[in-house]
């Protein structure tokens, strides 16, 4: 019974920044890699960021890269999303969640997934 509990989502002018935060209640969290994805109304749930179980390690959609960054926190059992220089294009709903194999960009690479923190960026 894994559960990753997310928070930070809220609503933001573009250009401004937000840092998303998700909680794993885990014992083993340093033991798998994390991503984030999100999914705008009417849209399909996309990749956006994902780093190592190491933390060493990152990628980035490239709609986001130089802009957003990932990174954890093993002790806190925590990831994070910064979001900097949001655009009204970067609204969405932002899932984390955590690896079990294949590739980082495809959902069913995930066996469990945050609850979904709503990110809306006005012009």
């Known amino acids: 019974q894994v559960q990753l509990v997310q928070s930070g989502g809220g609503l933001v002018q573009a250009g401004d920044s937000l840092r998303l935060s998700c909680a794993a209640s885990?014992?083993?969290?340093?033991?798998?890699?994390m991503g984030w994805f999100r999914q705008a109304p009417g849209k399909e749930r996309e990749f956006v960021a994902a780093?190592?179980?190491?933390?060493?390690?990152?990628y980035y959609a490239d709609s986001v890269k130089g802009r957003f960054t990932v990174s954890r926190d093993n002790a806190k059992n925590t990831v994070y999303l910064q979001m900097n220089s949001l655009k009204p294009e970067d609204t969405a709903v932002y899932y984390c969640?955590?690896?079990?194999?294949?590739?980082?960009?495809?959902?069913?690479?995930?066996?469990?997934w945050g609850q979904g923190s709503q990110v809306t960026v006005s012009s």
């Open positions: 780093l190592s179980w190491s933390g060493s390690s990152t």
């Open positions: 969640a955590r690896h079990s194999d294949g590739s980082y960009a495809n959902t069913a690479s995930y066996d469990y």
């Open positions: 885990g014992r083993r969290f340093s033991s798998y890699a």
